[in-house]
């Protein structure tokens, strides 16, 4: 199987295209500098050389705050850009797989968000990836839309790494407890995505960790298990509210997804949040990676 990866050097890109290339697959990774999602005509061009059967597009406008302001940028790579890859795919009759955010939803829900609930998007981020969504789902004959959370792994800038480092630099650290979700380790996310892609079970997916917490319970468990772990973690950490961080894009208080395509597709679901969160610090804590 012949798999394009979009976002190749990002947090998932990078896990997905080491799991892919393990199961002998033939994987072309891309990142901005070798293939401009905006261009249609590059789009169009490097898909019909490689003539992939999967497309797995990582590549995003991610910068949540930076977007309220960055609009025409936000869009042009998370609608316009998706459009292009969405469009060259179908030229070739490739599987589109588009990794979409829980942003989609307004985060108003008492419950966890169904695939097919409403989507209700607050900020721009959000609704830049509900175009993608909107665009892949037109577009598309062969689709795979896979919305995650909370991602961390071992490559990039995340929460993880972030509480790490202050919890070595600070006695106390203040998170807010009044947002919840479930954390999602790409490890784990790509090893689902593995399983997806070679099925013709399309359709929009809910890929997280299993379970949820608060950002603060987040927090608390990765000192836990890095304590547990052989760390030296004394930090005190405290809940405050959303209020007393405030920022330019607006957070969803409740992030949690139901799983409910992958339990009715028959696919196995992804592990608690904490184990995930366990296999993170060991391989980078333990085991030295990134």
């Not at 079970?201 to 052989?230: M, P, R, V």
Request: proline share 3%; glycine share 6%; hydrophobic share 35%.
């Amino acid at each position: 199987m012949k798999i394009l990866v979009t976002g190749a050097v990002g947090q998932l890109g990078r896990d997905v295209v080491a799991l892919f290339e393990q199961q002998s697959m033939e994987v072309l990774p891309c990142d901005r500098d070798s293939l401009d999602i905006t261009d249609s005509e590059a789009c169009l061009r490097r898909i019909q050389e490689f003539t992939p059967d999967v497309i797995i597009h990582c590549a995003a406008y991610t910068a949540v705050d930076q977007a309220e302001t960055d609009i025409d940028q936000a869009y042009q790579v998370n609608a316009v850009g998706t459009r292009n890859l969405v469009v060259a795919a179908e030229k070739i009759s490739a599987k589109f797989c588009y990794i979409s955010t829980d942003y989609v939803f307004d985060g108003q829900s008492t419950t966890g968000y169904h695939e097919y609930d409403n989507t209700n998007p607050q900020s721009i981020y959000g609704k830049s990836k509900r175009a993608g969504e909107v665009l892949v789902q037109s577009l598309s004959s062969a689709y795979f839309i896979v919305r995650t959370s909370w991602v961390y792994g071992l490559h990039g800038n995340n929460f993880v790494k972030t509480m790490l480092k202050l919890g070595k630099d600070k006695p106390v650290l203040q998170v807010v407890n009044d947002q919840k979700g479930s954390p999602t380790y790409t490890v784990d996310l790509a090893a689902f995505l593995l399983d997806l892609v070679q099925t013709e079970k399309y359709g929009i997916y809910h890929a997280s960790n299993s379970g949820e917490c608060t950002w603060y319970e987040f927090a608390q468990a990765i000192f836990e298990e890095a304590n547990s772990l052989g760390g030296a973690y004394s930090v005190q950490v405290n809940p405050c509210t959303t209020e007393e961080f405030p920022r330019p894009a607006p957070r969803p208080a409740n992030s949690v997804m139901e799983h409910l395509s992958i339990r009715t597709n028959g696919f196995q679901d992804i592990r608690h949040w904490r184990e995930g969160l366990k296999g993170f610090l060991q391989e980078y804590l333990v085991n030295g990676s990134e």
